[in-house]
């Protein structure tokens, strides 16, 4: 008969499967931890073209060009171009400022830094009259869409090596001269205002998360919601702060014994979104061309991040943790150490017919180990196998007594 899976073979086999679950997603936490990408806090949606330039044919195929709108969640718009030729932007399209190296559009973000250049020397930040003076464009007839889409044509140039084929008007000069003129410039501006990481983890006891803040504001408020006990600290020193500064790096500071929880901080602050900051749209699901910001604008910002810890294991592998030592047992042949516990006083009840039990035996007669299991199956086997020779041999007697008769 084939035996069915006791309970408890069910519970050990759920708590493999628990532990290869859980030992599984241990392994694949710190790969997924990888592919985070650093994002600085600004959102901000797309909502309308801010003005309309010329159209243009970039290798042969024509392409409208705009300045696009770009409203912050506080209500703050900023202005900023396409450096995706090859993804339409999408309505009311949500986008997160983000740095350079995370450029997600089709094709290669190939020279940031003459494209941080261009925006310094191109439209708006140049008037349509500064740029036809500084190059072989009609000073006369310059229109600001042709500035603005020679401008667009040149940063499309240097983000995916598109080329202008033609250009109405004054464009073709204008294009000519940024493109001759234009200069790397590597050093990226600094965000707005951003906190890295955004989440942690850890064990009570110990500074939860090292966040580092990114800003060009200082003394900003800090707004901290956590358990008693719980203060977020400078992590250089310890102390606990109350406002923060951009290059200051903080963390939790959880108490030993506290239970597990969690705690968080936010930030906000008027800050500048500098010219040339990437922002990149939010649902990788529906793509929508990547924007890079035409000028600094001061806007309101807001930032926040949060932590969370295990209850301390009693410093089971703390550093600096006294552990105790273990009470040593003694030998069977040693007298113990500690004081023999108190004989029990006798019952005030009368003793009572069958109460009388033999005495317990002595400590180094008892078993080392309960009878269980295998032992008691083999107690019960011997006796079967005693009853049956008994009774075989009383068979045996009365047989032979009957033959003699």
Partial sequence: MKLSPSPRAFARAGLATSAAAL????????????????????????????????????????????????????????????????????????????????????????????????????YPEKSAQELAD????????????????????????????????????????????????????????????????????????????????????TEIPVDLTAPEGVELVDVETGEAVTTVSGGDTVGFSVPEGAEAGEASFSLETGSTVRQGRLFKGEDADNPTQTLITAKSDEVTVSASASASWEASTGGDDGEGEETPSPTPTPSPSEEPTETPAPTPSPSEEPTKPGDDKPTPPAEDDKPTLPVTGGALAGLVAAGVAALAAGGGALYLSRKRKATEV
């Fill in 134 to 217: 500084a190059s072989d464009a009609n000073s006369a007839r310059v229109t600001e869409a042709e500035a603005l889409a020679a401008t667009q044509a040149a940063i499309w140039h240097f983000s995916n090596g598109a080329n202008l084929t033609r250009g109405p008007g004054n464009v073709q000069a204008i294009y000519d001269h940024l493109i001759e003129a234009a200069e790397d410039l590597p050093q990226e501006p600094a965000a707005a205002l951003s906190i890295d990481p955004s989440s942690a983890t850890g064990t009570a006891g110990e500074t939860v998360g090292e966040f580092e803040i990114s800003t060009e504001a």
């Fill in 23 to 122: 030992l599984a997603f241990g392994m694949a936490a710190p790969a997924a931890m990888a592919d985070e990408i650093y994002e600085g806090s600004v959102r901000a949606q797309y909502v309308s073209n801010h003005q309309s330039g010329s159209s243009v044919q970039m290798d042969g195929q024509s392409i409208s060009t705009s300045l696009f709108t770009l409203r912050l969640e506080g209500g703050d718009e900023l202005i900023a171009y396409c450096i995706d030729i090859k993804t339409s932007i999408r309505s009311q399209a949500w986008y997160r400022e983000g740095s350079w190296n995370n450029y997600d559009g089709q094709g290669e973000f190939a020279e940031p830094g003459k494209i941080h250049w261009l925006l310094q020397n191109g």
